[in-house]
């Protein structure tokens, strides 16, 4: 009775040395998919895990923004900084239920990035904090978080689930 493997959609049935080594091949091919599979899974799940992470911290803080001026005893906010942050957070939760936090990590990477940087351009950091009230705190947050947020969404891999 011949071994044979059925393994996505190819039969191999092997009955001398060749068949052997395609079907060892086979099966080699087969443990580095499931490898690359696994890496991807892995990213996608840290990519949507920080997205919820970020989205509730960020609808938190939002929330208390637009009763407060001060967040957490060192952030500063007005009330279209915190709307901005309810927005993002609601977004980042999202994308995260939804498996797709890959463009949403990269969005809240880029602008946080260029919020934070912008505080320290002469003449922008008093339009950032007459409009969003952008504190050194709040900057050096932005820039932390933002570098964070992009490297997480430019990591290889996607978020589509593979099937075997």
Not at 66 to 80: E, I, K, R, Y
Not at 122 to 129: C, E, S, T
Request: aromatic residues 8%; positive net charge; charged residues 10%.
């Amino acid at each position: 009775m011949p071994f044979q493997i059925l393994l996505l959609g190819a039969k191999v049935a092997p009955d001398s040395r060749e068949d052997s080594i395609l079907r060892t091949m086979v099966v080699l091919s087969y443990g580095e998919y499931m490898s690359q599979v696994d890496r991807t899974s892995n990213r996608a799940t840290v990519r949507n895990t920080f997205a919820i992470v970020i989205g509730v911290f960020l609808l938190i803080e939002g929330g208390w923004g637009l009763f407060s001026p001060v967040v957490f005893g060192v952030l500063t906010t007005n009330a279209t900084h915190a709307i901005i942050h309810i927005l993002l957070g609601a977004a980042g939760i999202g994308a995260g239920l939804a498996k797709k936090a890959r463009g949403f990590c990269i969005f809240l990477g880029a602008l946080l990035l260029a919020v934070g940087v912008l505080r320290f351009v002469p003449g922008v950091d008093d339009l950032l904090v007459r409009i969003l009230n952008v504190n050194v705190a709040v900057a050096f947050l932005n820039i932390v978080v933002g570098a964070v947020s992009l490297a997480i969404g430019l990591l290889p891999g996607h978020s589509r689930q593979m099937s075997a």
